[in-house]
């Protein structure tokens, strides 16, 4: 555990190719952390601020669906810590929901791609304690909530990482072991507003439609105007 860190994905970066396994590196203070896109994410003491650096062997398309494991060990790991799930969300593509607000976010990040993902840093950022004043985030995106203030919960940055390794271990192995599939099924159990109206923008594009599904390459697949779509990346509004 850091006392203080510029972001964990860099320090990730740094250390890549220093280590012979995965690792968890946990920070309780980001001076300079970042969100998809290259947004800043704020980071106030007591909140939870952890990437895990992985060396995978697949291919990058595989690689980019541990999104989706991180997604489900945050989930189990959320539940842990309060023993329930009622409240609890997922958003395509990497954002987990309690009570409809953003309480959590996922960033993966390649580092080296000669033959293939050299090293996979998956960020991770946690409202355990507090959230971002609600003027703070773009316009239309979803309110930030913290663990605290929405349950009362209290769970300090260490052991949210015991339960969050906990979670991920187990995911990750079912993930190695038997692919994308029963993640799916299991990511679509938990998916905030599936079978409603949601847009969906990408970099030049804005495309409005029903959320269907996630398909086998964890593309969204909204069915539209124009037919059914797959959008591989974008940022989602309701």
């Given at each position: 555990?850091?006392?203080?860190?510029?972001?964990?994905?860099?320090?990730?970066?740094?250390?890549?190719?220093?280590?012979?396994?995965?690792?968890?590196?946990?920070?309780?203070?980001?001076i300079a952390g970042r969100g998809r896109r290259g947004r800043p994410w704020a980071d106030p003491q007591g909140n939870f601020a952890a990437t895990l650096l992985l060396m995978p062997r697949e291919a990058p398309q595989v690689v980019a669906l541990r999104s989706f494991v991180a997604s489900?060990?945050?989930?189990?790991?959320?539940?842990?810590?309060?023993?329930?799930?009622?409240?609890l969300s997922l958003k395509w593509p990497n954002d987990v929901l309690l009570n409809g607000g953003k309480v959590a976010g996922i960033l993966l990040e390649s580092?080296?791609?000669?033959?293939?993902?050299a090293h996979l840093a998956i960020g991770i950022g946690v409202n355990?304690?507090?959230?971002?004043?609600?003027?703070?985030?773009?316009?239309?995106?979803?309110?930030?909530?913290?663990l605290l203030s929405e349950t009362g919960v209290h769970v300090d940055p260490e052991s949210f990482l015991g339960l969050l390794a906990e979670a991920y271990a187990g995911h990750e192995a079912r993930f190695v072991t038997y692919g994308f599939a029963p993640l799916r099924e299991a990511w679509l159990a938990r998916a905030a507003r599936l079978g409603e109206v949601i847009t969906a923008r990408t970099g030049n594009a804005e495309i409005t439609g029903t959320f269907e599904t996630v398909d086998e390459a964890g593309?969204?697949?909204?069915?539209?105007?124009?037919?059914?779509?797959?959008?591989?990346?974008?940022?989602?509004?309701f």
């Open positions: 555990m850091l006392p203080e860190v510029d972001s964990t994905n860099a320090e990730a970066a740094r250390l890549a190719g220093t280590l012979a396994g995965p690792e968890w590196i946990c920070a309780l203070r980001q489900l060990a945050l989930y189990d790991a959320f539940a842990a810590a309060t023993g329930r799930v009622d409240g580092l080296g791609q000669r033959r293939g993902v355990l304690a507090s959230a971002p004043a609600a003027e703070t985030v773009e316009p239309g995106a979803l309110r930030p909530v913290s593309n969204l697949v909204l069915q539209t105007r124009a037919g059914r779509q797959a959008v591989a990346a974008a940022d989602v509004f």
